[in-house]
T-cell receptor, first 110, second 116 residues
């Protein structure tokens, strides 16, 4: 069993739909990152969470440390949101030692 | 403010050769981490450096090594290249120390290595 499990692996949506990506992990963590990767490789960190909930624009991330679960929500999805979304817990006292989920490929159609 | 800079962006090597990749973090960032991305294994953690010291190392053979300089720039080296080392190598920096430890990671564009 992988230490980090994301679901779904592939997600197709129509513009405007509400999107949820889930992440479950079994490792002990100091924080959890949600990353976005567009075709071509560049990775952007969307959120770093150690508890509760964070919001940036149309993106919301939540984490439940006791249940070892995090979710990324996109409200009013847009074609430019099409990308791979990766959950990455950071272990121990490190913020850079990441264990990566396999990623969720999101495609938003106009 | 300049972002994280990785050089070279693309390179082609043959089996048995060695390669050195460079990462210049955002000014003021003292922590640099390295990652490997392949189609088969996905993203994997390689190393984490802070103040010229390796703080963590991933599960990679000894052919993979790295270092960090006093100006926080970091290099990683892969010796005796194998076909399976073909990958995108990414580095990320974060602000750490002096009461300004946010933990947020900023990624470079990566160095794409092809081993023939």
């Amino acid at each position: 069993k992988n230490e980090v499990e994301q679901s779904p692996q592939n997600l197709t949506a129509q513009e405007g739909e509400f999107i949820t990506i889930n992440c479950s992990y079994s490792v002990g963590i100091s924080a959890l990152h949600w990353l976005q990767q567009h075709p071509g490789g560049g990775i952007v960190s969307l959120f770093m969470l150690s508890s509760g909930k964070k919001k940036h624009g149309r993106l919301i991330a939540t984490i439940n440390i006791q249940e070892k679960h995090s979710s990324l929500h996109i409200t009013a999805s847009h074609p430019r949101d099409s990308a791979v979304y990766i959950c990455a817990p950071a272990g121990g006292t490190s913020y850079g030692k990441l264990t990566f989920g396999q990623g969720t490929i999101l495609t938003v159609h106009p | 403010k300049a972002g994280v800079t990785q050089t070279p962006r693309y390179l082609i090597k043959t089996r048995g050769q060695q390669v050195t990749l460079s990462c210049s973090p955002i000014s003021g960032h003292r922590s640099v981490s390295w990652y490997q991305q392949t189609p088969g294994q996905g993203l994997q953690f390689l190393f984490e450096y802070f103040s010229e010291t390796q703080r963590n190392k991933g599960n990679f053979p000894g052919r993979f090594s790295g270092r960090q300089f006093s100006n926080s720039r970091s290099e990683m080296n892969v010796s005796t290249l194998e076909l399976g080392d073909s990958a995108l190598y990414l580095c990320a920096s974060c602000l750490r120390g002096g009461g300004s430890y946010t933990g947020e990671l900023f990624f470079g564009e990566g160095s794409r290595l092809t081993v023939l």
